[in-house]
């Protein structure tokens, strides 16, 4: 194009290679948005489901913990669940994304 500064090739090449990073970044975050997460409590009593977008999307409580006399044992489990659900969560993100901050 006229009047364009033209870039040197290498920064051509450079702009190229962020724009397929963004790219598979953007693609790598869909996917995790997408997938599903569990988190569990001891014994699987409660059971929390994520999306990668940290919402919860389901909870399931065994009837057998759901104790008017002890509300404290199924807050615990509903705290233990959604800890490892969250922790699911940030491994999975920081294996898919972690590769792309290395370099920055």
Do not use: C, R
């Not at 399931?60 to 669940?81: G, H, N, R, S, T």
């Amino acid at each position: 194009m006229k009047g364009m500064p033209q870039m040197p090739g290498n920064m051509a090449g450079m702009m190229k290679q962020v724009q397929k990073m963004q790219k598979e970044m953007t693609a790598a975050q869909k996917e995790i948005d997408e997938q599903e997460f569990v988190g569990k409590s001891a014994d699987d009593l409660v059971v929390v489901t994520f999306n990668g977008k940290h919402e919860v999307t389901d909870i399931k409580i065994d009837p057998k913990v759901i104790d008017p006399e002890d509300p404290d044992m199924l807050q615990d489990l509903l705290i233990m669940a959604i800890n490892e659900g969250e922790k699911s969560i940030a491994e999975t993100t920081e294996k898919k994304l972690g590769k792309y901050a290395k370099g920055l």
